[in-house]
């Protein structure tokens, strides 16, 4: 049976990737990652940080998919472009692979030479995207992990349910309601923390959306609040409040769309962010998650 021909880095694709590479990393690998697929521009389309994965594998595996692919090559290969010592040696006295780049090692905040980058291409070999996976227990393991999700993409069959079933359905009534509304919306789903757990970017979402939706998720869960609310905090008249209402903090983002999901005795058990329609619009999409969050987990 032939398999899927892609041009194009959808949502659905992505999602159909992401619960096949978590369904290896369980399984076969038995450990816990942040797998994250980016579009050709290194734009989050999806991303899923499996249960007991540490936060910071989020990040790490956003910066291997955005290397991957606005670098056009696995992460695996930057790291021959990053040693100084290579970037004044003549080409014919360069170790075989090495290029002679010298690379900042940070360019612009993400760029990692770590393995666990994949370069998503088409049929015809061209890089539409990237996938990139941080947290089992070698490199080696997080580029095979990255490996299967691209390789999914192209399988017929649909793959086994995810494990964050109960975290993507919550993302997937706040999609619902926005496609009832006619909008392109990036939704995120974090944990008490403010760590992302699920994000996904609607095919014809802006890609600034889905780092709206992170900041907003991030703002309600940290101030235990509605992220609009949050811009109280910049209020001198309130003692112990103050703070600059920019600037501070890279995720401060005080504007309607993030809620804080809470249960009636006051637990915070996580925060949703929408970005995409107008501030109202991203409010009412939330309020549809955080309804969905609390009978799902109730």
């Known amino acids: 049976m032939a398999g899927n021909e892609i041009d194009v880095v959808t949502l659905e694709l992505a999602r159909k990737g992401l619960q096949a590479a978590e369904r290896l990393a369980g399984d076969l690998i038995g450990w816990p990652c942040s797998i994250v697929v980016v579009d050709r521009a290194g734009a989050v389309i999806a991303g899923h940080r499996m249960l007991g994965a540490p936060p910071a594998t989020f990040d790490i595996a956003v910066e291997k998919a955005w290397t991957a692919a606005t670098f056009l090559a696995p992460t695996l290969m930057l790291g021959r472009m990053t040693d100084p010592r290579t970037a004044l040696a003549p080409p014919d006295q360069l170790p075989l692979g090495h290029h002679g780049m010298g690379l900042q090692f940070k360019h612009k905040g993400r760029l990692t030479t770590i ?172 309020k549809e998650a955080v309804k969905s969050a609390l009978e799902t987990w109730s």
């Not at 959306?209 to 910049?234: H, I, Q, V």
């Open 115 to 286: 393995m666990g980058g994949i370069p998503i291409r088409d049929r015809d070999m061209t890089v539409i995207g990237g996938v990139g996976t941080s947290g089992t227990p070698s490199a080696q393991d997080d580029n095979t992990v990255s490996q299967r999700c691209w390789s999914a993409m192209y399988d017929v069959e649909e793959p086994p349910a995810s494990d964050l079933e109960e975290y993507t359905s919550v993302v997937q009534a706040a999609l619902s309601r926005a496609e009832r509304l006619g909008l392109l919306v990036s939704v995120c789903l974090s944990d008490a923390e403010g760590w992302p757990r699920v994000i996904y970017r609607m095919d014809g979402a802006p890609y600034p959306t889905a780092e709206l939706a992170r900041d907003k998720a991030w703002t309600a869960a940290a101030f235990r609040m509605p992220s609009a609310e949050a811009r109280a905090f910049g209020s001198k008249d309130l003692p112990g409040y103050g703070i600059p209402t920019s600037g501070w903090n890279e995720r401060f983002c005080p504007v309607p769309g993030g809620l804080p999901i809470l249960r009636e005795d006051g637990t915070l058990l996580g925060a949703v962010g929408v970005a995409g329609g107008s501030t109202a619009q991203d409010a009412r999409i939330a």
